[in-house]
């Protein structure tokens, strides 16, 4: 038994010096393969990364948008220590983001910043899991509004706690508010690009940087409302005017919190 323990260490002995890189591949290989025992999570994290190197985890893309004077058509509804409160949307974006891994993943985080007058400025999200949070205003002030309905595409409500396969697809609406030095109320900010950050379940993370194009004047008429806004049939017309109008981030920045939706 000794001398063929010795025998098999001979060889070894001289296979590895022969096969340096292919033994240091293969101690790292079990090195690797331990720690996955022990982190499966952060395994399969590695996994992820290196199944996408060269190349970005998501396509994206925009296919319709509304930039808006402040206050303008679109405004949101959310609950505070004010009561029911009116957040105007300054931006809404219709956005598609397709996975490109070889495995399913999660989209944890999204952020869109707007190049203004050559600078990119961030827009504070308004988090649409409510699907009936938004209101398009049918009058000039907020005494006509009409109840929108984005169960099937709000972007939140698409990625919240949900995994997007291989090859799909989440196309949803998201909504955004105006910075204070932005909002004006006889012309909104021009908007040369838009730019999509988005982080994954694994880590990853992507900026893209898309044109940026004005489809406000042709979202005006009830019945138009983007072709993709949809209005519940019999949506009664509400009067929202008893509201308190308070842009959701200036509401995050004050001392009175905001509840939970």
Request: aromatic share 8%; glycine share 8%; charged share 20%.
């Amino acid at each position: 038994m000794a001398k063929h323990n010795q025998t098999e260490l001979n060889w070894w002995r001289a296979w590895i010096s022969r096969h340096p890189v292919l033994l240091g591949v293969g101690a790292l290989a079990v090195v690797v393969s331990g720690a996955l025992q022990l982190i499966i999570g952060f395994g399969t994290a590695i996994s992820m990364v290196r199944s996408c190197v060269g190349h970005d985890p998501f396509q994206v893309a925009t296919h319709s948008g509304i930039i808006s004077v402040y206050p303008g058509k679109l405004v949101y509804t959310y609950n505070s220590l004010l009561g029911r409160t009116l957040a105007p949307v300054g931006v809404a974006l219709d956005v598609d983001v397709r996975n490109l891994l070889d495995k399913p993943t999660k989209i944890f985080h999204y952020a869109v910043d707007a190049d203004i007058d050559g600078k990119w400025r961030r827009l504070s999200v308004l988090p649409a899991l409510g699907p009936r949070s938004v209101y398009w205003v049918l009058s000039d002030d907020l005494s006509n509004c009409v109840n929108l309905d984005f169960t099937t595409n709000s972007f939140d409500i698409l990625i919240h706690d949900k995994s997007v396969a291989s090859g799909e697809s989440v196309r949803g609406w998201i909504f955004l508010e105006w910075p204070p030095d932005l909002r004006r109320s006889d012309k909104p900010p021009t908007i040369g690009k838009i730019r999509i950050e988005l982080g994954d379940a694994w880590g990853l993370k992507q900026r893209t940087e898309l044109p940026m194009i004005d489809w406000r004047n042709a979202l005006q008429e009830e019945g138009e409302v983007g072709g993709e806004f949809h209005i519940p049939p019999g949506a009664p017309r509400e009067d929202l005017r008893g509201l308190a109008v308070m842009p959701r981030i200036d509401l995050l920045h004050s001392s009175l919190p905001v509840p939970p939706k």
